[in-house]
């Protein structure tokens, strides 16, 4: 081969192209590369994307940049994949046109030069159809034409040659940096969905009943009006009997404990059947159906583990672990021990039936009409199997999304995202300091993993009462809600839990409920609101008013001169929207201090003039300096939601 340019360190390129980037429509994918060539000829390169229903690729031309270092862009407009690649080119017509001119400046003659061109012209219309080659031997013939030496040279130094010159490269010794690099556009609720989890049992309206798909029906105005599109339900199906826990995990049950609903499976059905006290199939489906129509998608929860007296167990034995006395295996995690639960063997001579099987039980849920999955410890099962179901799943339901639940190891949670998981978990539940919320977030919006790792922030689950959370007041429950609610654009709750601050520990010293929801069944007054619930409302309206709320990868930390108070930036890529907020991390006194002006992020030119709206409470601010007064009383609010009009620009 005699390609003479190289190219090397293409981003994004997530392992080697091994797996796609992540997009949703309209939002841009940013290519850079170090690119160069042998000698000092110019070289030029350019970025080629096509729609995966597209023949024809579409190219722009990169520009060079600092150290060899070439960008270009493309927006993603349809849903589906997107294959894009990197080219490089020696160009001797560039290098010649660059020369002309500093030959021309100093006064040279210019007419063997002329005649150069002119060759060159004619071997780049050997490059392009018919139309425009016949443009470039036209120009390479004036080029020529006898007596027209000074016309021939002012053509060359006209805007209309530096055009051709640029927009009809000759392409030499080219080399194409191909490795399989795809970017998935999927649905819009990708990036911005707000998220309410309760369990269906715990929704009947007077005590002692064990709650329906009907009252849960009851309830969707209520999740509506507070601003949530998704409501997620722990598993809806058959509860085992066998070995089922009481209240608070306790290894026997009482009559009448319903048992956890993630023990799946019993005389009554499996993963593809609905535990009868919550009602009929075709109730979960009118469930879901309503609920769209509100606005609201039901999520399922997908956990791929078995009760003792789950049928799968009777009819694919091979499918789980046996011990040597004839007794099957639990799942364990030394010590604990979940009596309740057998874990599926995903190394069984028999996978393949396996994982057909556990398709067919996503396909099933999709056909009633889920198209969101909060996928129960993923983590736990093989990484091709994920990459291979999950793609199989989205080539009939492409706009299907799946929530990875794995608070593991960052690599782990890395390649559960890479293999196709649309959401993930995060550590947000435990970054508690401003600096390390700072940090976190850089790595999220910084790093590689912004390409593939889309972060959906929890402040509590049914397994987990953060420590901060433990006997905390209304302020940092607030406090904590906000920031998930403003620094990620997928969030979510474990809901009436939070809402009414339920803040007591087990204990056993761990990040667990005292009472814990898993395990019994509740009654709620959900007619009760508070001061959490009247924030919770206005913010998630905030946020499906303001578009820079609904992006994750926009947030800019700014400079304030009260370690309490934690400042960032949120706007739309053309600044039509942008959104600041300060949140007060003090949860016991009030906090005051003066936060900088991004002058160069908002393109603010001369003196500051900003007119600043607090959504929150509607107070209207004037700022002119380049450091502003701010203050926060946690008991009234944790932070401010700023909207951000710019008087003066450039």
């Not at 069984?348 to 039936?353: M, R």
């Amino acid at each position: 081969m005699r390609n003479r340019v190289v190219i090397e360190n293409v981003q994004p390129e997530i392992d080697h192209g091994s797996y796609f980037i992540k997009r949703v429509p309209g939002e841009r994918v940013d290519v850079t590369a170090d690119i160069f060539g042998d000698g000092h000829d110019h070289i030029r390169a350019s970025l080629l994307y096509r729609h995966e229903s597209q023949k024809r690729w579409t190219e722009v031309f990169m520009e060079e940049g600092i150290n060899d270092v070439w960008t270009a862009s493309f927006k993603v407009e349809q849903k589906g994949l997107y294959h894009y690649k990197v080219a490089g080119w020696i160009d001797h017509l560039l290098h010649w046109y660059d020369g002309f001119l500093k030959k021309q400046e100093a006064g040279q003659d210019m007419k063997v030069e002329l005649k150069i061109g002119a060759g060159f012209l004619r071997r780049a219309a050997a490059q392009y159809p018919k139309p425009k080659a016949k443009d470039l031997k036209k120009m390479a013939d004036q080029l020529e034409e006898e007596g027209k030496y000074d016309e021939a040279v002012q053509l060359v130094l006209s805007p209309g040659f530096k055009q051709v010159v640029e927009s009809t490269p000759m392409k030499q010794f080219e080399t194409t940096y191909d490795h399989n690099l795809r970017v998935r556009v999927g649905w819009e609720k990708e990036m911005f969905s707000t998220w309410y989890e309760l369990f269906p049992r715990s929704t009947a309206q007077e005590p002692g009943r064990h709650g329906t798909f009907k009252d849960v029906e009851r309830l969707l105005p209520r999740v509506q009006e507070m601003g949530f599109d998704v409501l997620y339900m722990p598993p809806v199906h058959p509860i085992g009997k066998v070995n089922r826990k009481g209240k608070n995990n306790s290894t026997n049950a009482q009559p009448g404990e319903p048992g956890s609903p993630w023990a799946i499976g019993s005389d009554e059905g499996g993963h593809k059947a609905i535990h009868p006290e919550l009602g009929t199939q075709e109730d979960y489906e009118a469930l879901i159906e309503k609920a769209r129509g509100m606005g609201i998608e039901v999520a399922l929860d997908l956990a791929f583990q078995c009760a003792p007296d789950h049928p799968y167990i009777k009819e694919h034995p091979e499918w789980f672990v046996w011990r040597p006395d004839g007794t099957i295996a639990y799942a364990e995690n030394p010590p604990k021990k979940y009596q309740d639960i057998v874990p599926i063997n995903f190394e069984t001579e028999d996978w393949k039936n396996l994982w057909e099987e556990l398709k067919s039980v996503v396909i099933h849920w999709c056909e009633a009409g889920i198209r969101i999955f909060r996928v129960d410890n993923p983590h736990t099962k093989p990484f091709r199997f994920w990459e291979w179901c999950i793609a199989e799943v989205q080539k009939q339901y492409p706009d299907t999304i799946f929530l990875s639940e794995a608070f593991t190891r960052p690599k782990v949670m890395a390649e559960l995202a890479k293999v196709g998981f649309n959401h993930s978990y995060t550590y947000f539940t435990w970054r508690n300091t401003r600096r390390e919320l700072e940090e976190y977030m850089t790595e999220l919006t910084r790093t590689e993993s912004r390409e593939y790792f889309r972060p959906n922030f929890w402040p509590n689950t049914p397994d987990i009462l953060a420590y901060e959370l433990m006997n905390a007041g209304p302020s940092t429950f607030a406090k904590r809600f906000m920031l998930a609610a403003t620094l990620s654009s997928n969030y979510g709750m474990y809901g009436p839990s939070y809402e009414f601050m339920e803040h007591s520990p087990n204990t056993n010293g761990k990040e667990e409920y005292l009472n814990s929801e898993k395990y019994e069944t509740r009654h709620y007054d959900w007619n009760h609101r508070n001061r959490l619930t009247e924030l919770i409302t206005k913010v998630n309206h905030i946020r499906k008013e303001q578009p820079a709320l609904q992006d994750t990868w926009n947030i800019h930390f700014t400079r304030t001169d009260n370690e309490s108070l934690m400042s960032y930036v949120k706007l739309t890529e053309d600044k039509s929207n942008i959104i600041w907020c300060v949140v007060n991390f003090d949860t016991d006194y009030r906090q005051s201090g003066f936060v900088e002006v991004p002058k160069e992020l908002l393109g603010v030119t001369g003196n500051v003039n900003l007119r600043v709206t607090d959504l929150l409470t509607g107070q209207i601010y004037h700022w002119f300096n380049e450091w502003n007064y701010v203050e926060l009383n946690p008991d009234q609010l944790p932070g401010h939601i700023f909207k951000v009009e710019l008087n003066n620009r450039r």
